[in-house]
């Protein structure tokens, strides 16, 4: 069960209504963890301003999806693996890959390299070695798309840990449940 109340999108009021009818607007519903993180209006909003902003960069969708499922995983969030999956799924990537990305890896030998380091980002706290920053640049990333893989990891630590932590109710289509990394 939820342990803090959502925000109904039909009776909210000022910058809460603002964000939400805007997320209504371009992705057709508000997801459940956007109703409770405008609990909060201005939580909402730098957390849709992070995603904006690094959908703009030099990382693909399909990356970062990877990246999401790959997080979300090591931090054991159901959430997020239900919703990732599903997005992943509507940029073709196949069952086989989102399997794949969930333990940290990928079919594509080049996003392979960027999901396995965000994971081991993501499982020592950032603590990786200059040798995981050289296979990420022989793998052909720019030191501009290693910054937003690591930006990427921290956004999705923050949505996994909101939804962790207030259990918020998952409405996505049902995906296997999160593997938390030891």
């Known amino acids: 069960m939820q342990r803090i109340a959502s925000v109904d999108p039909a009776t909210a009021t000022g910058p809460a209504k603002d964000l939400l009818d805007g997320l209504k607007a371009k992705i057709g519903m508000v997801p459940n963890l956007y109703r409770l993180l405008a609990q909060s209006p201005e939580t909402l909003g730098g957390v849709l301003g992070l995603s904006g902003a690094l959908a703009k960069g030099r990382l693909d969708a399909a990356t970062r999806e990877r990246i999401a499922l790959a997080v979300a995983n090591v931090n054991g969030c159901d959430y997020c693996n239900a919703a990732h999956s599903a997005i ?31 994971r081991k980002v993501a499982l020592t706290r950032a603590d990786v070695s200059e040798a995981d920053l050289a296979a990420l640049r022989n793998a052909g990333y720019s030191d501009a798309q290693i910054v937003e893989i690591v930006v990427n990891v921290a956004a999705n630590v923050v949505t996994n840990y909101v939804n962790e932590v207030f259990k918020t109710e998952i409405d996505f289509p049902a995906t296997a449940p999160a593997t938390r990394a030891a």
């Open 88 to 118: 992943a799924k509507g940029h073709k990537l196949s069952e086989a890959e989102i399997q794949a990305n969930r333990t940290g890896r990928s079919t594509d030998p080049h996003a392979d390299a960027a999901v396995a380091f965000a």
